[in-house]
């Protein structure tokens, strides 16, 4: 290691300076002062190497790209706008010092997408490379997991499943070369490693009853906004079968072999908003039913399950 | 390991739950949303096993009470009041779900002292236990660490080093029961593990020109906030000398063989808080002069560096 702890923090309050009027006190003190409005969101999500991403993988833009969009997904999930964010990571001391840098620019082009600044942070030392993103944010009226009601229309506003392709594709090493679908693969690579995040269409949902974005995949996430707004997720497979990029995802899903419904029911990390309510944008997947849980109905097989942990 | 991802957040959010007229949206949903104040106040802390805790040194209880009292530390420091916490969690998969209630009462114990609530957080797997702690405050006119001004007095609201001394004697295994001064090493196995941090002294501090948390020793945050604000810091090693505490620390020192300086100068992790001013609380160890860095003046031997990183 030929660095210090002071250097990597005079390198990444570099890559993250900018003029930004809502910063009262910026990096370098013992905290970070913002304005806010009345009310604040927050969120934090933590990246561990080895779990959530690998450095044979993924570029380090690419990992620092992830961990902020899953993040800032979450503040937009609560029809809310974000608008800072701290960062702690460890380093275990053999990344370059350009490693770093690599993934404090990543971390900041995903910020910048939505005018989101880097305000404060901590770099530790630990056995494997580990990232804590807190989000804050501003918010009016939040959008809950709770507000589903029978009757809505359910939306998303990608079709999910490409990340978790693009994980199936690394962990069983498929050369893409050998692939027909291979420019499928690319895009299934592409989301895994940094998710294209559709924050601009979450705006147009601020009248939803209910948003949650699917870091855990659509079945699970389903059943977890059921839960909250006591009603029934009914999902359609055939509504989903028409979704443009269906044919897409499923020709890669074929041709390795693979299960599409697993991919679309089960997979996470897409950060696909779901939204229900009447007459919202996005593509209509399904309907919020009475009864509990949530379903793909029209399936001969189910989807297999999905956690995380 | 006899628990889901889902089985630890029941248990974090019952142990984290308490009327909040502060929290819009708690625990559950894609974030939180607390109301704020004009001005909010951030920092984040990250904590790696093995590196910032070890399971056979410390109690979860303790490792959950010293990573928050670090974290509220720095809310403090910047003359500010801390309201919320989000806690992000990596655990191995081998600790009990007991371990973890402990270390998540831990957390919450310590905030509580500060009436803070925690709001929310992220549970992942990960081959270490790390914790990473974001705390949000509100503040006036926040106290920094540039505000030192030639001729102010530099107080601390306790004797700094006890945290080094109890790390040491962990590191050396120093078996108390031979020790004649076992009380004192009590005390700095206690301040390591767990450290009192002097919380209710800061309100007194509200007429600081420039304060910091002694997260990282006296000689490197003096020169820190010496740097910051362009002068110099000289701590008085007579004035230090003459602290209450300062002969049992020294008469701990002598018997284990070390040099007490190091511990005073360049041990951290107690989080005693460094002011500079006029007629503050809190005991004067030296003054801001014209010049630069800082200094322990009136000893034979320098203190050794130290950083954590």
Redesign the interface.
């Known amino acids: 290691m030929e660095y210090?702890?002071g250097d990597v923090i005079v390198e990444l309050a570099l890559i993250f300076a900018r003029p930004d009027k809502r910063i009262?006190?910026g990096i370098?003190?013992?905290?970070?002062?913002?304005?806010?409005?009345?009310?604040?969101?927050?969120?934090?999500?933590?990246?561990?190497e080895?779990?959530?991403f690998r450095r044979e993988w993924s570029t380090p833009f690419d990992i620092g790209r992830r961990i902020v969009a899953a993040n800032l997904?979450?503040?937009f999930?609560?029809g809310?706008t974000p608008d800072?964010l701290?960062?702690?990571?460890?380093l275990t001391g053999d990344e370059t010092l350009d490693w770093i840098k690599e993934l404090a620019i990543g971390i900041d082009q995903e910020a910048r997408k939505c005018s989101v600044t880097i305000?404060?942070?901590?770099?530790?030392?630990?056995?494997?490379v580990?990232i804590?993103v807190?989000?804050?944010?501003r918010?009016g009226t939040?959008i809950?997991?709770?507000g589903a009601k029978v009757g809505d229309e359910i939306v998303v506003t990608n079709l999910p499943g490409w990340s978790a392709a693009g994980l199936f594709l690394l962990e069983n090493q498929i050369d893409l070369a050998n692939l027909v679908s291979s420019g499928h693969a690319q895009r299934a690579l592409s989301q895994y490693r940094a998710p294209l995040v559709a924050y601009e269409d979450v705006p147009f949902m601020r009248f939803a009853h209910s948003?949650?974005?699917l870091s855990d995949g659509l079945l699970i996430q389903g059943e977890q906004m059921a839960r909250?707004s006591g009603v029934k997720f009914n999902f359609d497979s055939q509504l989903i079968l028409s979704h443009p990029d269906f044919a897409e995802l499923n020709s890669l899903a074929q041709e390795v072999g693979e299960y599409v419904w697993d991919w679309i029911g089960a997979g996470g990390e897409d950060h696909v908003f779901l939204a229900t309510g009447i007459g919202l944008p996005g593509f209509e997947i399904g309907r919020v039913e009475e009864g509990e849980g949530a379903q793909i109905s029209g399936l001969m097989q189910e989807p297999k399950g999905f956690?995380?942990?």
Chains 1, 2 share one sequence.
């Open positions: 210090s702890e009262v006190v370098g003190d013992d905290a970070a002062v913002v304005t806010t409005s009345h009310r604040t969101v927050v969120t934090t999500d933590m990246a561990v080895g779990i959530h997904a979450d503040i999930a609560m809310a800072h701290v960062v702690a990571i460890s305000i404060g942070g901590d770099v530790v030392r630990g056995p494997v580990t804590a807190t989000a804050l944010g918010v939040p809950l997991r709770s948003m949650s974005d909250a956690s995380h942990f």
